[in-house]
DNA sequence: CATGAATGAGAATTCATTCAT
DNA sequence: AATGAATGAATTCTCATTCAT
């Protein structure tokens, strides 16, 4: 009856079973794939404007103007649908970030595509943005082992860039590694986090060449620096 | 009957009234604030466990051992237990943060002082640690002026060393210093984030003095800084 | 998915928002009228055995033969249930009333029409009787604007008919309207809840006409009358 | 440990016992009666607010003076008040209502007389008006027997003066007495309900005689009623 | 596949009543 | 007698999920 081969999770109760690796891509019976993302799109808008926990099931199929069965042949649960947001569409963008590295050679050059593209990414779906935002902490926190893969994903391409930097001679190798990641995506989080808290106004991208500067280059003045 | 120290917010949900004035201190007829204490570590707990929309009244009434009616005296409703852990809990934290940099005279004295303190603090309390760094994000998406304004306290700190820093000198002063304060905020919060993720292991303290150098010298080497 | 043909009212308690002006035709797909009049006659019933405070959500789902939470796909909610008796049940009654006053020419034929019509139809529908009775009194107490207006309609009739039969020489004008009025809707009711205190069990309608007379002779014998 | 010996009664909710004769005068000792009648006023002026249902224990003690638990020893529950009310309260009126019937010998008088104090002392004490006039409706259709004696004892003397009347030859006899005595009851309260509900803003005493005239002599006028 | 009415478990909250002080 | 904090049963209402059409 339910198509969704695609996995058992309901991770935000812990009630998560196999999580079957079979992407959704690997259907895509024309229409039925529509109200897929039509589905997900809704649910998305409605967790930005509501919150995961406050948004209802009826919110999320009139904002995608189906019927509230509908859902269940293409979810799991509503825990599903969260999901299917960090598995499929997050995962995409993050694919997106590992093209963006590819593209340039230097560790300092990488970062700062790596960081441009992130906020660029996030800026252009600010719905995105805050659902990924909000609901990822709480789902590390509540102990979803897939959510913390991707940020582990994350972190992995920027661990590639620090080694390469360090072997470049361009980033320092005095850090523990695991520091000078967090270092980074906390950066970068406390930065998305405010843009999406005051209101999706101002241009983010034109923060990540500032934010990839401070990166390297620290707050302190070389004068001291150097002592 | 309801003490109700307390006041109006139920701020999760928006349905925040006046928020009156009347201090805890008010009705402290002896063993009452024991209670109120007992019920709100008790929902901290039971919030760091459960994340505080999974968790219901009952679980902390009975962490608490108090009967469910009991914590309608000592709070006006669910969503006033977290306020009061904001409003009161942190706040006390806070201050401490404040007495922390007082203490020092050099800018990077006063900032490794305030991350120190910070990461001890968390570090003491890990349920107060996950309960604030897993809420105050959710609250400051859902747009609780209280929430936020702790956050902005934070920053103010962190920007008034800032300012110091740059009239001693010791201190760049070619970054636009709203995006300083994000970067470091962002640092913290993600090295506490792992920290409580991963389990509240390791020694988190011990990261406050490596941070804190990320934070003045930067990833990047001397070589390439310097060009 | 919830069908609220109904509206936002649930004026015992005073919260009533605006009330809107969908009927309830507005979604009469074939069985869900059924089930409206369903739950509201269950209603009725449990109100009238119960009075309306003693009465739960439970109750009259188990008498209406649907789940709890059914009751609030028809109602907003437990105050809605009354107002939708009012609105809808008594007045339809109130029609009727109209109708049967305008079959006759005369005043006293067109209040004993009434009277007639009034105990009729109460005496058809015990429970409504009962919960008309009882609950319209609190709800004019408790300062409800709609149930005001129900009783004023009420009055309205009768005051036609006074005036009516000033003209036609008929009724006496040497008293004041208000109080007319009062008079014959006090004997009405009372007559009404004497019936329903005394357990429904004798003829109401037998009690029109000796009414009526005493409304227009009055219990004073003639001789004095006259003095 | 509880001095109401008073009655067993909770009668709103039928679980009524043995009803005990004995009046609290019986046991005047000094301070306490102070605070029983200090209750049972807080108690009728809040019941007036706020309906008997909608008002709190807690509410009823503040407005007393006393603490929620006072009001234990000198009620059974909550209930028991509302009894007493009728029991105590009501019942003096209703002896003063005998006594202003006995003051004169012709039955219109005592009519008027009896009417005129009626609505003079519910003028007098508008709370206990509309607690009087709201609960004990309710009362009598959730069937208190008590409540239906108090409605009777005044039917009773409605009777005596009809009876008194018919023999004078000044009241007509061609009407059942039960009808005589409900119209005469229904006119006088919705006289005085119309009076609570429009705000106990006029005069209500000088309905009395208006009333009492519409009774004797009717809405009809003489032509007619001589055919 | 799609629908949406129906379900009922579950949660927050209230408040009459008790009882230790 | 008086107190008022504590209790917990009871109630309303919500909403994820199911299933007959």
């Known amino acids: 009856m339910n198509i969704h081969s695609v996995n058992e999770c309901s991770f935000i109760f812990l009630s998560c079973s196999a999580r ?39 919110q999320v199929a009139r904002e995608a103007g189906v019927a509230d069965g509908t859902i269940y042949i293409y979810f799991k649960n509503k825990a599903d649908i969260l999901f299917n947001f960090f598995s499929y569409k997050t995962r995409r ?13 230097h560790a300092e050059d990488k970062l700062r595509n790596l960081i441009r593209r992130h906020l660029g990414e996030f800026q252009r779906d600010p719905n995105m943005a805050v659902v990924f935002q909000r609901e990822a902490l709480q789902a590390r926190y509540i102990d979803d082992a897939y959510i913390k893969d991707i940020t582990k994903m994350y972190l992995d391409i920027i661990d590639d860039i620090i080694v390469q930097g360090q072997k470049e001679g361009s980033i320092r190798n005095d850090f523990q590694s695991g520091l000078v990641k967090r270092f980074i995506l906390g950066g970068v989080n406390e930065v998305i986090n ?30 001291r620096n150097i002592q």
Not at 199 to 214: E, H
């Open 93 to 105: 963008v993050f694919d997106r970030f590992k093209g963006e590295v590819e593209k340039v050679d």
């Open 194 to 223: 405010t843009w999406v808290v005051t209101g999706v106004k101002y241009d983010l991208v034109a923060m990540a060449d500032p934010l990839v500067d401070l990166y390297f280059k620290g707050i302190g003045l070389k004068s």
């Open 20 to 58: 079957c690796v079979i992407k959704k891509q690997d259907k895509p019976n024309k229409s039925n794939n529509d109200k897929y993302h039509q589905i997900l799109n809704a649910a998305i808008k409605v967790f930005a404007e509501q919150g995961y926990h406050k948004a209802t099931i009826s």
